[in-house]
């Protein structure tokens, strides 16, 4: 088909909202849309992204609302071993593995090839890149290539914690899953000022919960 047959717009310009993705766009390329949509677009500014203010340590993970909430379900299966009060040892290197995991992540998935840039904590939990990118196709790979990296990391780190639970049949294995899951949430707690501890919370919490809904159904 002759590309000149094709019918062409009647206005070159696009407009200022379509930019969004777009760094340092050609102000000629774009036009102040007068729609909703246009204005709604001017009225927001985000800034670039910064790492949290540390919150403080914690000394006492029963302080902590999650923990006082999931005490209650924990303490009829572990007893008086659901009151964790030092950093449990047996988590650590699985922690380290994951952190480790997760500094590699930040650091190959950016979209700058600047020295010292890295993906913020939270951008590899909710699946995607803050930063804008002039080629939305590429930003979109990187950001595909992330998420599979990361929840490739995050299917290690279950295993590691529930041992393959979807497989277990008897309770103390079920109690074992449920044992160590709860450690790691007590660890992320407690070391939640470390780079990955707080998603790696996220990730004891949804062992826990798995363990509790195992736990409910008859072996």
């Not at 930003?139 to 277990?168: C, F, G, P």
């Not at 660890?187 to 062992?207: E, K």
Request: hydrophobic share 35%; proline share 6%; charged share 25%.
């Amino acid at each position: 088909m002759d590309d000149e047959n094709l019918p062409r717009p009647l206005i070159r310009c696009k407009p200022d909202w379509h930019a969004a993705e777009v760094v340092s766009p050609r102000h000629s390329d774009y036009y102040e849309s007068a729609r909703a949509l246009g204005h709604l677009f001017r009225s927001i500014t985000l800034d670039d992204p910064a790492e949290m203010e540390d919150a403080g340590p914690i000394t006492n993970p029963i302080s902590d609302p999650i923990t006082c909430v999931l005490l209650d379900k924990v303490l009829p299966h572990l007893g008086d071993s659901a009151y964790i009060q030092r950093s449990p040892s047996e988590i650590r290197p699985i922690f380290r593995r994951y952190h480790d995991e997760l500094r590699y992540i930040c650091a190959t998935h950016t979209l700058s090839n600047e020295p010292g840039t890295s993906l913020l904590e939270a951008e590899v939990v909710i699946g995607t890149i803050l930063a804008k990118c002039s080629q939305k196709r590429w930003r979109k790979d990187r950001i595909y290539r992330m998420r599979l990296h990361a929840s490739t990391l995050v299917k290690d780190v279950q295993n590691n914690l529930k041992e393959n639970i979807s497989e277990l049949k008897t309770y103390p294995e079920l109690l074992r899953g449920l044992d160590l899951s709860w450690k790691a949430w007590h660890f992320s707690i407690l070391n939640r000022n470390d780079f990955g501890a707080n998603s790696f919370g996220l990730i004891a919490l949804g062992t826990i919960f798995e363990c509790f809904d195992n736990l409910e159904r008859p072996l």
